[in-house]
């Protein structure tokens, strides 16, 4: 595989990524964070986690809310330790 079809290979699978997470945020309006009166609005969050995170970090979350998915669980938890712990970076 060259060097260019590995790097549009990466690409669009980044991009999946960030389709998959909007498309879960979507179903939640807003993401309320424990042991805070914080407030994050999806649209909100979905641009924070494109900004601060890794495609690698990126990769590890989807891994997560397949998971969730596959076993009928909610994501909203995983979003909720994903907004804390984007708050704490910040």
């Known amino acids: 595989m060259?060097?260019?079809?590995?790097s549009?290979?990466?690409e669009?699978?980044?991009q999946h990524h960030i389709n998959f997470i909007h498309n879960e945020l979507r179903?939640?309006?807003t993401i309320d964070i424990p042991?805070?009166?914080i407030i994050i609005k999806n649209q909100d969050l979905e641009d924070w986690i494109v900004e601060e995170l890794s495609p690698e970090e990126l990769d590890e979350i989807i891994v997560l809310l397949e998971q969730a998915k596959k076993?009928?669980?909610?994501?909203?938890?995983?979003f909720q330790v994903i907004a804390t712990s984007l708050l704490k970076i910040t």
């Open 2 to 6: 060259n060097k260019n079809t590995y």
């Open 8 to 10: 549009l290979h990466k």
């Open 27 to 29: 179903n939640y309006r």
């Open 35 to 37: 042991n805070r009166t």
């Open 12 to 14: 669009k699978k980044y």
């Open 71 to 78: 076993r009928a669980s909610s994501v909203k938890p995983i």
